[in-house]
């Protein structure tokens, strides 16, 4: 297969320019110009782009899939752009033996359409006491460690993983959130949460566990990687951590760059995330992060809830909104467009960012790689109708918003799984 | 959209009016006998309370009566919420059989607020969670004007559990629509900042004898230690320091008013003796209660 004319960022190589990209038996065979073969997609006028990596997604199964499926997760994903996700290990069972991981990689490598990267637990049901089989999870395919949305409370507890986490060669991945300080909260503490007599989760209470998890990190050697940072000190001490020399690194979500707490429509459960959309001046230090290279990889926090879960009252809705198909959308019109970023910045937070934390061999498209990549348009104007989702859910601040520029085409080992 | 009445917040200073002058036609002391009307007869009000109340509950029961609609109260334990019946299934399953209005009590924040987006019907908030409790301001503006002309730079006092306070919270808003300077007072675990930006004139104190020296209106709220989900003051010295006693009077203005939403709890925010004191217009504030009750279900059903 040959993409022609697109404008070829490839962050790895430095290339950007107008090129062809030639693709066989799944691999990259080399871009440049004047390709020519039978099977062409014609791709003038948009971004030909290494395979974007999600790498923080629910998919929900084992256990949940009225919610969302391997499969139809990774249908969201493919419309959204993305050739690879990394589910975290909150299904249930936990995934926090190799059974599970294998489990995972199995269903994936059967009926997912894009590539389904695991995270495995940090510690056993994820209930913060007991390490989970860390070494055994990476040898059956998992990328890193996380028990996100239910965080290691205990500091012992955390240096041990970082310690075991370091000699297996995983990133330890946080939800950063000190559950004392967050406990019964709904939103993001602050004026918006006090008008609406709602229970605050306030910024501290996630950056106090990054202050922590940043000097584990020191003390143990580990590599330790932020996930959905969503405070201003948070993205600080992150820098600071940076600065220091420590393998620290940082994701942060489009919803946490894009919306405050000020957007969220009174009561409307399709806002309801942790951590929580927070204060403007969270949201400009987030977007901040990213055009200063505090924030490493954009990840959507993809999680999905069934309708009859999320139409309740809302302090008994769950937290987690869909992310997948609007990513690309999001962080054009938020980050691209105003000119905060250029477009091959977003390019790398999509694909060498995410690719390098993880180690993934992802994410560039140099002869003799395999064939992910993901083709947008920055000007096609489309709109997000959340009912057409491939998503087994719908709970999305995001419907019936109009982006200006998004996914046209999907490719995953040299074969087209999703199109516009 | 249905025009019910949700919170304070975004009454509009004419409309709180009209409710405030409309009920004094329907106070005891313009109608004695309080004798039953025939204004609503054959519209249908359905009180939901999903959280114990005892005096709101009655209150909005005898309002709908004396204006001659027909009542029916529910409450959670006897509905179908005990058999895992959702709020939206329940309330639509109600809103099925065409009552006028439903009255609604709900345990969580923006429950009415949730519901009313998904249904014709107008919702009365008769107080959700730690948000609003609309009625409740409307007879505490009613009690105090009937002993002044406005409440204009009047300052009124509230004390307590500030934080967890929909009474606080709805109190505010209209008071300050009014013109009234509010002052906020409790210990800070239980008086959030950003109260103060909340409506305009509100100044916040963890003060109690500057939170009275020359009031007005002298608010006390219960504190519900035991719906808290912490211990954000120590109980046994709460009374120690925001308790009202007799000797704080004397720091307020000479003809200030001592006012309490209720159930009060004596000897824990407010002494007996104040309570029972000339002062304490309590009383006065449960009777208006009815009154109020009355011109909010006219506005909304007619």
């Known amino acids: 297969m040959i993409i022609k004319n697109g404008r070829v960022i490839d962050p790895a190589s430095g290339r950007d320019a107008i090129a062809d990209v030639w693709i066989e038996d799944g691999l990259i065979r080399g871009v440049g110009q004047n390709f020519s073969g039978d099977d062409a997609f014609d791709a003038t006028g948009m971004i030909v782009a290494p395979g974007f990596i999600d790498m923080h997604v629910h998919l929900r199964e084992p256990g949940f899939e009225h919610a969302e499926t391997i499969e139809s997760g990774s249908r969201a994903a493919a419309a959204g752009g993305f050739t690879s996700i990394c589910p975290m290990p909150n299904t249930s069972p936990v995934n926090d033996n190799a059974t599970v991981t294998s489990y995972i990689v199995e269903k994936a490598r059967r009926h997912a359409i894009v590539n389904v990267w695991p995270i495995g637990a940090i510690t056993k049901g994820s209930a913060g006491e007991e390490l989970a089989s860390i070494g055994s999870m990476k040898q059956a395919g998992a990328v890193a460690i996380s028990d996100d949305g239910r965080p290691v409370m205990n500091a012992r507890v955390m240096r041990r993983a970082m310690e075991s986490a370091r000699s297996f060669g995983v990133p330890v991945i946080n939800h950063c959130e000190d559950l004392h300080l967050s406990a019964g909260g709904d939103m993001h503490e602050g004026f918006e949460s006090v008008r609406l007599g709602l229970r605050g989760i306030p910024g501290c209470s996630e950056d106090v566990m990054v202050a922590r998890d940043i000097l584990l990190a020191e003390v143990t050697g580990a590599q330790y990687h932020v996930a959905h940072i969503s405070s201003r000190h948070s993205v600080e001490m992150v820098a600071f951590a940076k600065a220091r020399g420590l393998n620290v690194s940082a994701e942060a979500t489009p919803h946490h760059f894009a919306l405050a707490d000020t957007d969220m429509a009174p009561y409307d459960s399709n806002f309801k995330m942790k951590p929580p959309l927070r204060s403007h001046c969270d949201v400009d230090a987030v977007a901040a992060g990213v055009v200063s290279g505090a924030v490493d990889a954009i990840a959507t926090d993809h999680a999905p809830h069934p309708g009859s879960e999320k139409m309740q009252e809302f302090e008994k809705c769950p937290f987690g909104i869909l992310g997948l198909e609007t990513a690309i959308g999001i962080a054009l019109e938020y980050l691209v467009h105003p000119g905060k970023i250029g477009v091959r910045k977003m390019v790398e937070l999509f694909t060498t960012g995410p690719a390098r934390i993880l180690g993934l061999d992802r994410g560039t498209l140099s002869p003799g790689a395999i064939a992910d990549l993901t083709i947008f348009s920055m000007d096609r104007e489309w709109t997000y109708d959340v009912n057409k989702s491939f998503s087994k859910s719908r709970n999305s601040p995001f419907d019936g918003r109009t982006f200006k520029g998004g996914p046209v085409a999907t490719v995953v080992s040299g074969r087209v799984v999703w199109q516009a | ?302």
């Open chain 2, 1 to 302: 959209m249905p025009e019910g009445l949700l919170g304070t917040e975004h009454l509009s200073r004419e409309d709180a009016q009209a409710i405030l002058d409309r009920a004094r036609d329907f106070q005891p002391r313009r109608d004695p006998a309080s004798r039953k009307l025939d204004i609503l007869r054959g519209r249908m009000v359905v009180n939901l309370f999903f959280e114990a109340s005892t005096r709101t509950r009655t209150s909005f029961e005898i309002a709908a009566k004396r204006l001659g609609a027909d009542t029916i109260s529910i409450t959670a334990q006897a509905s179908s919420v005990s058999k895992g019946e959702s709020l939206v299934d329940t309330l639509n399953t109600l809103a099925a059989m065409r009552p006028d209005a439903i009255v609604m009590r709900h345990a969580a924040s923006g429950a009415p607020h949730f519901l009313q987006r998904h249904l014709d019907t107008p919702i009365i908030n008769a107080g959700d969670g730690t948000h609003e409790h609309p009625t409740q301001a409307l007879l505490d503006a009613r009690t105090i004007l009937d002993r002044g002309a406005s409440l204009e730079g009047l300052r009124v006092a509230i004390i307590g559990d500030i934080a967890h306070s929909r009474v606080a919270r709805s109190d505010v808003y209209l008071f300050s629509k009014f013109g009234a300077n509010v002052i906020l007072c409790g210990p800070a675990s239980l008086l959030p900042k950003e109260l103060e930006n909340i409506a305009p004139r509100v100044s916040l104190t963890t003060d109690l004898d500057e939170a009275i020296t020359d009031a007005d209106v002298i608010m006390m709220l219960r504190v519900q230690f035991e719906r808290q989900h912490e211990t954000p003051f120590p109980a046994d010295e709460y009374f120690r320091f925001y308790g009202l006693r007799l000797e704080h009077l004397k720091l307020a203005r000479p003809h200030a008013i001592v006012m309490h939403p209720g159930p009060i709890n004596r000897g824990r925010e407010i002494s007996s003796e104040v309570a029972d004191s000339q002062r304490s217009v309590i009383l006065n504030q449960v009777e208006n209660g009815i009154a109020v009750r009355m011109a909010v279900l006219e506005r909304v059903l007619s």
